[in-house]
């Protein structure tokens, strides 16, 4: 079985500081992970995905996430806040065993202030 | 290239009544998916579609809820005998034939019983 855990459900940052969302998985099988980004009454858009390449993937956004398979982690970062970042993040993972479903977190709403 | 398209965008229904949720899928899709996502809670798989297949309906509540997607036309999300707790956003996304997982989401569809 595959799961999602995301620490934090809120996150608070000023504009210009780090941003640091908490993802960690459960996965028997080598997994496919996703961040997913979702602005209020909208959509799921893409913000990055690891699918067994390189462990540091860069997204859109200027938003970027290191697979780290001995922690089971995979945490989304972005070096320099903007106030458009203000949204809901979620962090989704598939596995072979379970193709073409998607298991989501419970998202982390991230806050920015001025 | 349009996106994944779902309608209507708001749907409100009474109880008992049936509500009917469509999604097209992106151009060359041929696989369309189903999460729920209920306040305060995150967003749940519901069913996994190919054209004229269901391939994966772990997700779908035991009764009310069917899923289709035929030949021709769009996937066909229905619930009968809506009640309150059917209240939530439903989102549509699709996928190619051949791909690295990366599922591309719809607006979503909101439906309000009352």
């Known amino acids: 079985a595959q799961s999602v855990t995301q620490l934090g459900s809120h996150v608070s940052v000023s504009e210009g500081a780090l941003v640091l969302l908490r993802c960690n998985y459960s996965?028997?099988?080598?997994?496919?992970l996703f961040w997913y980004v979702q602005y209020p009454n909208q959509g799921l858009q893409l913000l990055l995905k690891?699918?067994?390449?390189?462990?540091l993937v860069k997204g859109i956004n200027g938003f970027e996430a290191e697979f780290k398979k001995s922690e089971t982690s995979f945490h989304l970062t972005k070096p320099s806040a903007h106030m458009s970042d203000a949204a809901e993040y979620f962090c989704?993972?598939?596995?072979?065993?379970?193709?073409?479903?998607?298991?989501f977190g419970q998202g982390t709403i991230l806050t920015v202030h001025p | 290239n349009a996106g994944v398209m779902q309608n209507p965008r708001h749907l409100v229904r009474r109880r008992g009544q049936e509500a009917r949720l469509r999604c097209s899928p992106m151009?060359?899709?041929?696989?369309v998916y189903w999460y729920r996502q209920l306040p305060e809670e995150g967003l749940k798989f519901m069913v996994y579609?190919?054209?004229?297949?269901?391939?994966?309906e772990s997700g779908m509540p035991k009764e009310r809820f069917s899923a289709e997607f035929p030949k021709e036309g769009p996937s066909i999300l229905r619930i009968q005998q809506v009640v309150r707790g059917d209240s939530a956003a439903y989102f549509c996304?699709?996928?190619?034939?051949?791909?690295?997982?990366?599922?591309?989401f719809g607006p979503g569809t909101r439906l309000t019983v009352l």
């Open positions: 996304a699709s996928s190619p034939p051949m791909g690295d997982n990366e599922q591309f």
């Open positions: 996965s028997s099988v080598p997994p496919y």
């Open positions: 690891y699918t067994s390449a390189a462990t």
């Open positions: 989704a993972v598939i596995s072979g065993t379970s193709y073409g479903k998607l298991t």
């Open positions: 151009k060359g899709h041929s696989h």
């Open positions: 579609l190919q054209k004229e297949n269901i391939i994966d």
